[in-house]
């Protein structure tokens, strides 16, 4: 089985920090790529980066500059760094993996999310 685990998530004012963590456990062959989404009240779940196993990133237009998406492969853990935050970056985090459990089988698999608010 898989386990993928967020944490990090909480209350800062705008313009502060915070670092989110995904921790990927279980039976995993490899890992193909993660990503990191949001979703915020009434609104639909949006992309806001990813990375490759080869170390490629995206971001979503809305965060770049201000998130850096980062790994540490032998933990199996992707890291979310949030700076310079905004009330509008509040939002359930979730991370996803991509993962290969065996050489044939592969799937994505969510973690339950973790709770980002920023205000004053």
């Known amino acids: 089985q898989v386990r993928v685990v967020e944490s990090g998530g909480g209350l800062v004012q705008p313009g502060g920090s915070l670092r989110l963590s995904c921790a990927a456990s279980g039976s995993i062959f490899s890992i193909y790529g993660t990503g990191w989404y949001r979703q915020a009240p009434g609104k639909q779940r949006e992309l806001v980066a990813t990375i490759t196993s080869a170390g490629t990133t995206n971001y979503a237009d809305s965060v770049k500059g201000r998130f850096t998406i980062s790994r540490d492969n032998a933990k199996n853990t992707v890291y979310l760094q949030m700076n310079s935050l905004k009330p509008e970056d509040t939002a359930v985090y979730y991370c996803?993996?991509?993962?290969?459990?065996?050489?044939?089988?592969?799937?994505?698999?969510w973690g339950q999310g973790t709770q980002v608010t920023v205000s004053s």
């Open positions: 996803k993996v991509d993962l290969w459990v065996t050489s044939l089988a592969r799937g994505d698999y």
